[in-house]
C-alpha cells in the first residue's frame, strides 16, 4: 500500500482542479456569471503574475517585447504547460504549446481558453497600449496543439480575429458579440410575440447560441446581409438550427413586418410540390376543386424557407429558378402571370456542388440561390457552447413537465461533452427531454445516453498489438517444442531463428524446457 495516498496531489495540481471544479459550478450558475469569473479570474491573476515578475527581475518601466514574452511563457510553463515563442516583432508576437497546464480536462471547459487570452491582453495592453489575442489553435477543441497570436499594433490587428484589450479592460469584441446577440433575439422575439397566442403558448421564444467564434462569426453575417435582398443558402447538418438562422435573418430584415414562410421541400410528395409552392388554378388536375395560393403568394411581401431544396424535382427547380429571375410565377393549370415579391433563403444538408456534378441539381439554380452562404458548425464544433444550451433548453423543458431542475452533475456534463453529437441541437434536446423525465430532485445526475466504444489512441494500440504477438509467439514456441520433443536445433530450424534465440524466448515466455523434453 501507497504510503501516503495523497502522494500525487501537488500544488499546481491543486490549483488546477481547484478552476476546473469552480468552472463547473460557475456553468450552473448561468451564461453571464461564468463569464464575468473567467474575467475577473484571468484580469485579477494577470496582474499579480505582472507584479510578481518585476518584484524577481527589479523592472518599474515598461516591458519590451523580449520580457512581456519571458513572463507569459513563464507563467505557463511553471504551471505544467509546454510553451514556446514562434515569432515576435514590434507588431505581433507568436507562441505555440503542446501541452495544456489544466491537462486532458481543459477539453471539456474550453472556456477556459478565454482565460489564458484575457491574461496575456491584459499584460501586453497595459505595457504596450493596445493588445488583440487570437487564440488560432487550442487544445481544448482538440487542435492538439494550441496557437496564439498576440497583436500590439492595432493598425497590424486590423481584420484579425481576436479579442482586443486597451490598458485597462478586455473585451471590446465580446461586448460587441453581446450586443449583436441582444439585438437579434430582440427582433425575433418581438416577431414571436406577433405571432398565434396558441402557437407562443406551446413553443418557447427563438433563441441563439453564439458563445463559439464560428457562431459569433454567423450572427455577424446575419447582420450584414439580412437588410439586403440577396438569396441565401444555409449549408449544415440535420439539426444544427438552419431554420433558427433563417428566421434571424428575416427578423433583421426589412421585410420582418411580412410574413417567413417555412416549407420542407422533402416532406411534401413530388406530384404535389409544384402546386404547394406556386398554387394551383380551379380544374388543373384531378380533386383541384377551387384556387389554391402557393407558399410563394402567401410569402408575398416577406420570406420564404426552403429546407431540403436539394429534394426539389427537375420541374420545380426549373420553375424556382424563373421566380428568381424574374420575379414572377404562374400557378399549375393557369395562363396569367402573377408578380411575386418574396425573398428565398434555402438550406440543404447535403452538398450541392456535388448534385450540380452529379446532374442532380440545376447549376444555374445554385448559383442563383448561393448568391450568400452560410455554413453552420455542427455542435460537435462548437464545445463552448454546449453548457449554455444545455442550460436553456432545461429552462424550457423545467416549464413544459413543470420541473425545478437547476443543474446538470459533473458526470452528466463530460458526457455531454464527450460524445460528439451527430444529430446536432436536436438531438441534445431530445436526449435532455427524456433525461429529466426521470429526474426527482434538482439537478441531473443520469444522462439517457450511450457514449461510442472509445477508440483507441496510439499508445494503447501498440500495446494491444504487442501483447498479442506475444501471445501467438508463445502459443508457436511451445507447439514446436512439443513437435520436436523439446529439440533445441529442431525447433530453431523450424523458426527460422538461432539456437540463442531460442533460449532467449523461452527466458522471456518463462518456458520451461525439461517439460517438452521426452524422459
Request: net charge neutral; hydrophobic share 35%.
Amino acid at each position: 500500500m501507497n504510503d501516503n495516498p495523497l502522494s500525487e496531489l501537488t500544488p499546481d495540481f491543486f490549483l488546477q482542479t481547484f478552476i476546473l471544479e469552480l468552472m463547473h459550478a460557475s456553468e450552473q450558475q448561468g451564461q453571464k456569471h461564468c463569464e464575468q469569473l473567467i474575467e475577473h479570474i484571468a484580469q485579477t491573476a494577470g496582474c499579480f503574475f505582472e507584479e510578481t515578475y518585476r518584484e524577481n527581475t527589479q523592472r518599474n518601466e515598461q516591458l519590451d517585447n523580449e520580457s512581456y514574452t519571458e513572463l507569459i511563457l513563464g507563467i505557463k510553463n511553471n504551471i505544467g504547460g509546454k510553451f514556446s515563442l514562434v515569432s515576435s516583432n514590434q507588431d505581433c508576437i507568436t507562441v505555440t504549446n503542446s501541452r495544456c497546464p489544466f491537462g486532458e480536462q481543459v477539453t471539456n471547459f474550453p472556456e477556459l481558453c478565454r482565460m489564458t487570452s484575457s491574461v496575456f491582453g491584459g499584460i501586453a495592453a497595459r505595457n504596450f497600449g493596445y493588445a488583440k489575442v487570437d487564440i488560432k489553435k487550442s487544445i481544448a477543441r482538440k487542435d492538439g496543439k494550441c496557437d496564439v497570436c498576440i497583436y500590439t499594433n492595432p493598425q497590424a490587428a486590423k481584420g484579425q480575429r481576436g479579442m482586443e484589450y486597451t490598458d485597462t479592460t478586455p473585451v471590446k469584441e465580446i461586448n460587441d458579440a453581446k450586443e449583436l446577440q441582444c439585438r437579434i433575439e430582440t427582433s425575433m422575439q418581438r416577431l414571436w410575440q406577433k405571432q398565434n397566442k396558441k402557437i407562443s403558448e406551446k413553443h418557447q421564444p427563438p433563441a441563439i447560441i453564439a458563445k463559439s467564434p464560428m457562431m459569433q462569426k454567423i450572427l455577424q453575417s446575419i447582420e450584414v446581409i439580412a437588410p439586403t435582398s440577396a438569396t441565401v443558402l444555409i449549408q449544415g447538418q440535420t439539426g444544427a438550427g438552419k431554420e433558427l438562422i433563417a428566421r434571424a435573418i428575416h427578423a433583421m430584415s426589412d421585410r420582418s413586418h411580412k410574413p417567413f414562410i417555412a416549407i420542407n421541400c422533402g416532406a411534401i410528395p413530388e406530384s404535389l410540390i409544384e402546386s404547394t409552392l406556386f398554387g394551383h388554378e380551379k380544374g388543373a388536375f384531378t380533386g383541384a376543386i377551387e384556387v389554391h395560393q402557393g407558399y410563394f403568394e402567401r410569402a408575398e411581401g416577406g420570406t420564404l424557407f426552403l429546407d431540403e431544396v436539394d429534394s426539389l424535382s427537375p420541374a420545380a427547380q426549373t420553375r424556382l429558378l424563373r421566380v428568381i429571375q424574374e420575379g414572377e410565377l404562374e400557378r399549375v393549370g393557369g395562363k396569367q402571370t402573377l408578380a411575386v415579391d418574396v425573398r428565398i433563403i434555402s438550406a440543404t444538408n447535403q452538398n450541392l456542388e456535388d448534385l450540380v456534378k452529379q446532374d442532380r441539381f440545376r447549376n444555374d439554380l445554385y448559383y442563383r440561390i448561393n448568391v450568400v452562404r452560410l455554413s453552420i458548425p455542427p455542435l460537435a464544433e462548437r464545445p463552448e457552447d454546449l453548457p449554455y444550451l444545455v442550460q436553456l433548453i432545461m429552462q424550457r423543458l423545467n416549464k413544459r413537465y413543470n420541473k425545478q431542475v437547476e443543474s446538470v452533475s459533473r458526470e452528466v456534463m463530460k458526457k455531454i461533452r464527450a460524445y460528439h453529437w451527430p444529430g446536432n441541437v436536436r438531438e441534445l434536446e431530445n436526449i435532455l427531454e427524456r433525461s429529466i423525465l426521470f429526474v426527482t430532485g434538482k439537478e441531473m445526475t443520469e444522462l439517457d445516453l450511450e457514449l461510442p466504444a472509445k477508440a483507441k489512441n496510439r499508445g494503447e494500440w501498440k500495446d494491444e498489438k504487442e501483447q498479442a504477438l506475444t501471445k501467438i509467439e508463445k502459443s508457436f514456441l511451445e507447439t514446436a517444442l512439443k513437435e520436436n520433443s523439446g529439440n533445441i536445433k529442431r525447433v530453431s530450424e523450424n523458426m527460422g531463428i538461432t539456437s540463442r534465440a531460442v533460449y532467449a524466448k523461452l527466458k522471456k515466455h518463462k518456458i520451461e524446457l525439461a517439460d517438452f523434453r521426452v524422459s
